[in-house]
């Protein structure tokens, strides 16, 4: 435990804020997914997504064949700068491309972003 690096104060809120944010995310209902499989067209559920830009891990022809199964009224948000790895702490992902933004400032945008679109709901 000694040789962990320690997070800053900032960072620490931060992911607080984020772990709030994703349980209210759960507890209404909101659906995290790369891809979306089921038919969630009629269900009435609101649907938020987000990419990076530079999110080489994503399969964006997989992606795009199944947004038909998204709801007309869904938010789609690319993280400008971002890859896939950026939206957590788990390090680079294989075949991922390279962010332009670090992780910490994608993951503030991703949560800014879905905290705006949880309040227009």
């Known amino acids: ?18 772990a709030v944010l994703l349980a209210v995310c759960v507890a209404s209902g909101v659906y995290v997914s790369d891809y979306y499989h089921a038919d969630l067209t009629d269900s009435g ?12 891990v994503l399969n964006r022809e997989k992606y795009e064949a199944d947004r038909v199964n998204l709801p007309q009224d869904t938010t789609e948000t690319v993280i400008d700068g971002g890859c896939h790895a950026g939206f ?34």
């Open 45 to 56: 559920l609101r649907v938020y997504a987000a990419y990076g830009s530079e999110d080489g």
């Open 1 to 18: 435990m000694k040789n962990q690096k320690k997070k800053s104060f900032p960072r620490r809120v931060f992911l607080c804020l984020l």
């Open 88 to 121: 957590g702490s788990y390090g680079a992902q294989k075949g991922d491309g390279a962010p332009v933004i670090s992780a910490e400032e994608q993951q503030q945008q991703t949560a800014g972003a879905l905290a705006a679109w949880m309040t227009l709901q």
